[in-house]
């Protein structure tokens, strides 16, 4: 097995960041696979390498390891995204060479207007842009985002808590955006590549991308990768509902750590408080791998009140 963890460096971890990092670490140390840590920069504007240097810190304070990443190396590498634009850019040429891709110049607005929000979180695009003629694309001022064109095809896949899916491409993403007009790799392209790639067989992450899977493992297949087991897991949220990642001063491991909490507080708090313990008390990190049973994680999002 070959997990691993994709945090964004975009400020210091939050409890949200480390209750999807224990469970991957959780799911991988359980089964004696190996853990990878990828360092997910590709957003230029808000990554900073001291937020990369911080998160490494904060999860070897939490005693979550890893057996590949940016610090120590590994077969897969580079382990940081800024480092891997040329796989990037292979894999749009792939797309090309498929006749998948096609320049999109719609403006926000008309994305706005025209957008089924059928999906949730992300807008389902019309395609307008597909059936441009090469003469109409010359007439074009605007730069383009780069869209990737998706068959009428359904997706089946079985989440490991939320059971089985079957999406209909067409219906649940539409054409999406893999290179946008500013030139950066969109995260559908990116997490795509690399999780085929770093030959990933476990990805567990938050329920939030439960909704971007099935358009992935299409991206994967299409570029010729066996794509992975997904696990999603529910989000932590507030006691009025908010989920913890969206606030934007979030509780950071920082804060809990200067306030005299240790590690094993808080990961058996998380574990605990995601009913994969049945006491409230506090367990090594031996014990948590032991003791955690994920069968019995809950399904509806995780009221966090430790706080
Ligand atoms: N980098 C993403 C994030 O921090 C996670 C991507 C993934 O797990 O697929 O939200
Ligand atoms: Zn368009």
Not at 26 to 42: K, N, P, S, Y
Not at 52 to 80: F, K, N
Request: hydrophobic fraction near 35%; charged fraction near 25%.
């Amino acid at each position: 097995m070959r997990g691993r963890f994709a945090p964004s460096p975009t400020g210091y971890i939050h409890l949200g960041n480390v209750w999807s990092a224990f469970l991957a670490w959780l799911q991988v140390r359980q089964a004696g696979g190996t853990l990878v840590l990828r360092i997910e920069d590709i957003d230029e504007q808000r990554s900073k390498p001291i937020f990369t240097q911080a998160l490494m810190e904060d999860l070897h304070w939490l005693g979550l390891d890893w057996d590949e990443g940016p610090d120590i190396g590994g077969p897969y590498g580079p382990y940081i995204q800024q480092e891997r634009y040329d796989r990037y850019a292979a894999a749009l040429d792939t797309l090309k060479t498929a006749g998948l891709l096609y320049p999109c110049y719609c403006s926000r607005a008309r994305l706005q207007a025209v957008g089924a929000p059928h999906a949730g979180e992300h807008t389902v695009y019309d395609g307008h842009c597909y059936g441009l003629s090469e003469a109409q694309r010359k007439q074009m001022t605007k730069k383009p985002s780069w869209r990737v064109h998706v068959p009428e095809r359904t997706i089946s896949f079985t989440d490991g808590v939320y059971g089985p899916f079957h999406e209909d491409l067409t219906r649940c993403c539409g054409d999406f955006v893999v290179r946008r007009a500013d030139d950066m790799y969109a995260y559908q392209l990116a997490v795509s590549v690399d999780d085929g790639a770093m030959a990933i067989t476990h990805v567990l992450r938050g329920e939030d991308l439960l909704s971007s899977t099935a358009q992935q493992i299409w991206l994967m297949e299409t570029l010729g990768y066996t794509p992975p087991v997904y696990t999603h897991v529910p989000m932590l949220v507030d006691e009025v509902g908010n989920r913890l990642s969206k606030r934007q001063h979030g509780i950071t491991i920082r804060s809990l750590r200067d306030r005299g909490l240790t590690a094993e507080d808080i990961l058996s708090y998380l574990a605990y408080a995601g009913g994969l313990v049945p006491e409230r008390r506090r367990y090594s990190r031996d014990e948590l791998v032991r003791r955690c049973d994920f069968h019995k994680l809950r399904t509806e999002p995780i009221v966090v009140n430790m706080l």
